[in-house]
């Protein structure tokens, strides 16, 4: 297998922002091209609702999904014959997740500028949000819980979750995601996979109730991306969700099967899922290359990592030392950044771009996927240089409160004037004047 995953030599090089993108690109995702392709069923589904949806999903996925509106009913059946130690393993998960989301919520304030003259900030729920769960290659009912939780946090009024129709499951969503939507209470639950889902919260669907949505949230593959870049500005988003990626810094201090481990998990996800090992010890490469091939062996999803592993995204690269890998790190902004080594806290303070941290050993990247408390939305492609996980703070909106007294306005009206005269806005000059004739 020595073609199982690239070596990349950095040790001698100047890292620079154009060598990490040249050096270390992420799998070809043409968002572009796919906008192109979906482009046609935007206007199906506002023109002939369900039955476009319906029919989209056969087209593509061979599935009947009606009926596209999940019954309460289902809901109640998927959560009655949930396994119960899987129940009780997603409570654990909702009520960990809920714990973070609730501290991270941020406090209003109110500022006094004069006796009279206050600017109050106040955080506003969003009204009404669709939340993706994906559904292609895996189930995620830990994705129905990240989504569902901070929004519920939040406040969101109205909450409604597409989800795709599975083959093994006649065309119905899988159960356990159904079960994870009634254990958390969302009681509006639609069998809409791919951009089909995106484009129905972004117009609605009348002849199923479903109203247009403020948000949508979740990720999915590149034409669940292509569909939140064409609709945004009709809908918020959270982000261009794409292929799951994972930056481990590591030092011989480190162990290799866990770093194997850690790789491999992710590189389950998606054949373009990016696994990238950063290092200072040639030796300690490859020890983990070794520890790879053994691992992958035995692993159930073998094809599917292989190929993750095999592509472009992924390498294993040597550096002079752990502050070059911590300025390959911030610069590669990945989605997942797993630091292992014997000065973990001091790298940490060298990275500013990465969508979640994960230090030391035993805080493993796939706890974070479910029972970390932490959310396991994040951003990909580098987004992480702009952009943060999904959290509480995605479903609200600062909303600032302005109240001026008569004397307070009076003490500052001269100043207002002066500006706008300065801007050639006479009129807003003369709103200010008039309260005072």
């Given at each position: 297998m020595s073609d199982l995953i690239r070596f990349l030599d950095l040790s001698n090089s100047k890292i620079s922002a154009e060598q990490i993108q040249r050096e270390l690109p992420r799998a070809s995702l043409d968002l572009d091209s796919?906008?192109?392709?979906?482009?046609?069923?935007?206007?199906?589904?506002?023109?002939?609702?369900?039955?476009?949806?319906?029919?989209?999903?056969?087209?593509?996925?061979?599935?009947?999904?009606?009926?596209?509106?999940?019954?309460?009913?289902?809901?109640?059946?998927?959560?009655?014959?949930?396994?119960?130690?899987?129940?009780?393993?997603?409570?654990?998960?909702?009520?960990?997740?809920?714990?973070?989301?609730?501290?991270?919520?941020?406090?209003?304030?109110?500022?006094?500028?004069?006796?009279?003259?206050?600017?109050?900030?106040?955080?506003?729920?969003?009204?009404?949000?669709?939340?993706?769960?994906?559904?292609?290659?895996?189930?995620?009912?830990?994705?129905?819980?990240?989504?569902?939780?901070?929004?519920?946090?939040?406040?969101?009024?109205?909450?409604?979750?597409?989800?795709?129709?599975?083959?093994?499951?006649?065309?119905?969503?899988?159960?356990?995601?159904?079960?994870?939507?009634?254990?958390?209470?969302?009681?509006?639950?639609?069998?809409?996979?791919?951009?089909?889902?995106?484009?129905?919260?972004?117009?609605?669907?009348?002849?199923?109730?479903?109203?247009?949505?403020?948000?949508?949230t979740g990720p999915g593959n590149v034409y669940v991306a292509a569909a939140k870049r064409m609709l945004r500005g009709v809908i918020a988003i959270d982000s261009e969700a794409g292929p799951t990626e994972i930056m481990v810094i590591a030092d011989n201090t480190a162990n290799p099967a866990f770093i194997a481990a850690d790789l491999i998990s992710q590189a389950e996800h998606d054949e373009q899922a990016s696994a990238v090992l950063v290092t200072d010890s040639m030796e300690f490469i490859e020890k983990v290359r070794s520890a790879i091939e053994e691992q992958v062996e035995t692993s159930t999803n073998k094809t599917r990592i292989l190929e993750a592993l095999r592509g472009q995204q992924s390498a294993l690269v040597l550096v002079r030392d752990l502050n070059q890998a911590a300025k390959v790190a911030d610069l590669y902004a990945t989605e997942h950044l797993s630091i292992q080594t014997s000065q973990n806290e001091s790298l940490v303070a060298q990275i500013s771009n990465a969508g979640a941290i994960f230090l030391g050993g035993y805080s493993p990247v796939s706890l974070g996927d479910y029972l970390a408390g932490s959310n396991h939305v994040l951003p990909t492609g580098g987004q992480a240089r702009f952009g943060s996980g999904l959290g509480v703070h995605t479903f609200l909106r600062p909303q600032q409160v302005i109240q001026y007294s008569e004397s307070a306005l009076s003490e500052v009206s001269n100043n207002v004037v002066s500006i706008a005269d300065s801007e050639g806005l006479q009129a807003h000059g003369e709103a200010i004047k008039i309260r005072f004739q």
């Open positions: 796919a906008i192109e392709i979906i482009r046609p069923l935007v206007e199906r589904i506002r023109t002939q609702g369900s039955k476009a949806i319906e029919a989209i999903a056969k087209e593509i996925d061979s599935i009947d999904i009606s009926p596209i509106r999940v019954s309460r009913e289902e809901l109640k059946e998927a959560l009655a014959n949930l396994n119960s130690e899987l129940r009780a393993s997603l409570e654990i998960a909702i009520e960990r997740v809920r714990k973070v989301s609730l501290a991270s919520v941020p406090e209003n304030f109110q500022t006094e500028l004069a006796q009279g003259a206050t600017v109050s900030q106040r955080w506003q729920p969003i009204d009404s949000v669709g939340l993706y769960v994906p559904g292609g290659k895996a189930v995620y009912p830990s994705s129905v819980i990240m989504n569902v939780v901070p929004a519920l946090v939040a406040g969101v009024n109205k909450i409604a979750i597409a989800t795709p129709g599975q083959v093994s499951f006649g065309g119905r969503p899988h159960p356990t995601v159904l079960a994870t939507a009634e254990l958390l209470g969302v009681q509006d639950v639609y069998t809409i996979g791919g951009p089909a889902a995106v484009i129905a919260f972004a117009y609605g669907v009348q002849d199923l109730g479903l109203e247009p949505v403020n948000l949508v």
